[in-house]
């Protein structure tokens, strides 16, 4: 059974920092694109952060370039994300995701549950 399970959500003043945990069970992780998209009230969801399943080749959403870094432990089966100088707009349900292609050619898509991320004084 496939299970993505995030952690690190929480309430932080702006400017504070937390990190995002997504433990993955169920399926091969070193084979999946890993990410992170967020989702604030109202919004659509958008993409925050990708790490390609080889060579650890990353990319970032231009709103949080510089102060977002995403990072895999394939040993742990965990992808992480550092979030650092948080905005009152970084304020969103955050989701892990997992992407690949299967051997059909078909999207193997996975989601987490989502953490909820709100950055407040």
């Known amino acids: 059974q496939v299970q993505l399970v995030e952690s690190g959500g929480g309430l932080v003043r702006p400017g504070g920092s937390l990190r995002l945990a997504c433990a993955a069970s169920g399926f091969t992780f070193s084979s999946y694109v890993m990410k992170w998209y967020r989702q604030a009230p109202g919004n659509e969801r958008e993409l925050v952060a990708a790490?390609?399943?080889?060579?650890?080749?990353?990319n970032y959403a231009d709103s949080v370039k510089g102060r977002f870094t995403i990072h895999r432990d394939n040993a742990k089966n965990t992808v992480y994300l550092q979030m650092n100088g948080l905005e009152p707009e970084d304020t969103a349900i955050y989701y892990c995701n997992a992407w690949s292609v299967g051997m059909g050619g078909q999207w193997l898509d996975y989601w987490g549950q989502g953490t909820q991320v709100t950055v407040s004084s």
């Open positions: 790490v390609a399943n080889i060579g650890g080749l990353t």
